[in-house]
């Protein structure tokens, strides 16, 4: 089946050391999602590639940075992780931005800082 | 700025109940809406998407609709089952961005 696949479902990693979060797909969609998402809280957008252009939203902290090597992959950097970064991490893809077919997301990284 | 909001934040209900679920937005120009399922620390799982031109879809026992001019979706669930128990987000795109707009859930938990 035609998915979007997070890895690694749980990962753990100690205050201020890099930590790196992938996710691919083979839906073959040309957009791609990272959101946070906090306990009890709705996701909120990171950024996005609309193929190969990044975009940035104006509020994400600049600790966050993203890669899409292709198509199919891409992958959340968090170059010094802080206690607050503790959350869900979901990852989302959309035929174009999602106005005609919607958006699939994957099963999400827990993040937990130590 | 678009503004969607969910009520009620919870529901506790006994199996076998139909229940409905409300979702409203602030701007009635929207492209679509979604309807996603969230289980505890899981991703999200979509449900239903209606287009703007639509007034409902179906899935099994799962119906949403969409009135636009009110700005109002809801989600009817049928003959709920323990297994229903999650929470259930609705969602628009922020206008032709790409940004998916969230409200922030309705936890539903359905009692055996």
């Known amino acids: 089946d035609a998915m979007v696949i997070q890895n690694p479902r749980y990962q753990v990693t100690q205050f201020g050391k890099p930590v790196t979060l992938s996710c691919s797909q083979t839906?073959?969609?040309?957009?791609m999602y990272w959101y946070q998402q906090k306990s009890s809280q709705a996701p909120k957008l990171l950024f996005h590639?609309?193929?190969?252009?990044?975009?940035n939203e104006a509020d994400t902290p600049d600790n966050f940075q993203s890669r899409r090597p292709n198509t199919s992959f891409c992958f959340l950097d968090i170059r010094s992780p802080g206690l607050g970064d503790a959350a869900m991490y979901l990852c989302?893809?959309?035929?174009?931005?999602?106005?005609?077919?919607?958006?699939?997301f994957g099963s999400g990284t827990r993040l937990t800082v130590v | 700025k678009q503004e969607v909001t969910q009520i009620p934040a919870a529901l506790s209900v006994p199996e076998g109940e139909n229940l409905v679920l409300n979702c409203s937005f602030t701007?009635?120009?929207?492209?679509?809406l979604q309807w996603f399922r969230q289980d505890p620390g899981k991703g999200l799982t979509s449900l239903l998407l209606?287009?703007?031109?639509?007034r409902e879809q179906t899935s099994g026992r799962l119906n949403a609709s969409l009135d636009k001019s009110s700005g109002r979706s809801t989600l009817y669930i049928a003959a709920s089952q323990p297994g229903d128990s999650a929470t259930y987000l609705c969602?628009?795109?922020?206008?032709?961005?790409?940004?998916?707009?969230f409200g922030k859930g309705t936890k539903l938990s359905v009692k055996p």
């Open positions: 590639y609309y193929d190969k252009d990044f975009n």
């Open positions: 989302a893809t959309s035929r174009g931005t999602g106005t005609i077919s919607g958006y699939t």
């Open positions: 209606i287009q703007s031109s639509q």
């Open positions: 839906l073959n969609h040309n957009v």
């Open positions: 701007d009635s120009a929207i492209y679509n």
């Open positions: 969602a628009v795109p922020k206008g032709s961005q790409g940004n998916l707009i």
